[in-house]
């Protein structure tokens, strides 16, 4: 197999236009991009935080915080100004492009700000999750150098606001988006409660400079090989493996990848209780909708410590739990035959940052999209093997093969170090039907990238927390995306459906099936 031009992917002053620079977008940007321009919007990205303030603020001297910490924002991460641009053929897919434009002036700036920020304080006594249904379902960007990132405030009450993130997922994945909601908050924090902050930050603006510090696409920073470090004869930390682009590791990567992923296209076995006739994208527009279901503390509790406790020497998480008891929802949907060869299939969708270089490995350091993708396939043949009535035994039995599908995952020696080339080869091959089964996302512990408290409580009192948060993106296709996560010891599911696509009577159905399929390993 030929060696891969990644220099494609490098950011470079554009000749053309002053202050521009611009990079080709790679793996799983450019696959975002495309379902973007294909499937009205899919997967645009939204990241809603509820948060009380320690102190009552007013809205209008709130709302002057909020866009002083968005300017600190794209400072700190320019990408959040990002454009998308393309160049367009006949017979191909269009080149997507990652574009940034340097800030030429304070004004600019704030002229920027103002185009991107708005006060919802109509909302005040909605929800952002409705936010979130009436301003998201039309794609962002719609033409080329569009704006494709925008914040929301919702004043509540002088001690309480919301804020909705809505964006292209070109530029950022799920962690990254949390990510840019800790660093404005972090900023937020420090505006309401420092007078001097302002001047400070304002003086270190050098704008026109910061495309310079633009994040680098991941096949840039990935990890390199590090020794383990031993003091006194005690390991302090492991020995790290390279994290290659090239060389039989990395080819074996990629093919082993790609061939799970179109084997695993072959075997899917699809959810069946969908509207029909079916949803045309060709003739009407989708429309998202955000279901969630929420267990207490205690049963939480529970769920977790049955999957340490079933069997000790196989030990499964949370995830394991909720991923696999996910596989059987279009099994009771749609009962497959029983000499059956099919999977449920997903994109399994793995958080890469651990396997960038150490600069870029910390919670926060990594603000952009980083993930690593290949097939999981849960057979079928299990779900035949036993009684739709024994759902304890059901879902440890799924629970287990998705941790042998986690670890198969785990071990590919560069799963990330392969994403553009394997993005460039899902671009040019023939686009699969539309997905009908469901999709997943591990979001694991909320807190690891949205920080709950600002300063943290051991830096001071807190003056501002996050009481609640929800991640969401937008559907075309019939596939519901499904995801799970914790925040403040309680286990969330979610879910994002197009409502034209699947009716919500039937989501409500499969979201309940979820919970009691979960709660049963507990009994």
Known sequence: MANFDFNRYVWRKDAD????????????????????????????????????????????????????????????????????SHIWHTDKPPTAFIVYDV?????????????????????????????????????????????QTFLYLVPYTPTTFGLLLRTAHTTVDGSGIKIWLTKLLTHLEKYISHSKYRHGQKES?????????????????????????????????????????????????????????????????????????????????????????????????????????????????INHIVHGTLSLLPLFDNPPAPDSDGAVFYYGLADGRKRLAKEYRGPLDYPGYCLGVSGLQIPISIFNKYSTGDKKTLVYEFAKEMKKEYLKQAAYPALVGIEAQQGDIMLHAPPPPPWAGPGYSADGKGSLYLYPKYPPAEEGPVVVEITDFFLGLNKCDPGPFFRCY???????????????????????????????LTSAITK
């Not at 450019?30 to 102190?55: C, M, P, R, Y």
């Not at 920020?117 to 999750?129: I, M």
Request: glycine share 8%; aromatic share 10%; hydrophobic share 35%.
């Open 103 to 147: 800030g030429k002036s304070h004004s600019d700036v704030d002229k920027w700000v103002s185009e991107t920020l708005e006060v919802k304080a109509d909302y005040k006594n909605k929800t952002l999750d409705d936010l979130r249904y009436d301003i998201g379902q039309e794609p962002i960007p719609v033409n080329d150098y569009d704006r």
């Open 17 to 84: 236009v002053a202050g521009r620079y611009i990079r080709e977008a790679g793996g799983g940007e450019v696959i975002e991009d495309i379902w973007k321009l294909t499937k009205h919007g899919e997967q645009n990205l939204f990241l809603g935080i509820q948060a009380t303030l320690s102190v009552p603020i007013e809205a209008a001297l709130l709302h002057e915080h909020v866009k002083h910490a968005w300017t600190s924002l794209r400072w700190e991460v320019p990408i959040i100004a990002a454009t998308t």
């Open 486 to 516: 914790e925040w403040n010891g309680s286990i969330v599911f979610s879910v994002d459906y197009n409502e034209y696509a699947v009716a919500e009577k039937v989501i409500n159905e499969w979201m309940d099936m979820w919970v009691d």
């Open 205 to 317: 603006f050098k704008w026109g400079t910061e495309g310079e510090r633009l994040l680098p696409i991941i096949t840039e920073v990935l990890r390199k090989h590090e020794p383990a470090v031993v003091e006194n004869g005690v390991v302090i930390s492991e020995e790290l493996p390279v994290e290659p682009r090239d060389g039989k590791e990395y080819f074996e990567t990629l093919q082993g990848v790609m061939g799970g992923i179109v084997e695993g296209h072959s075997r899917q076995h699809l959810f069946k209780s969908f509207i029909q006739p079916p949803f045309d994208p060709a003739t009407s527009k989708p429309k998202t909708k955000r279901c969630e279901r929420r267990f207490s503390v205690e049963d939480s509790v529970k769920i977790k410590a049955a999957g340490y406790n079933l069997d000790p020497n196989n030990k499964l998480t």
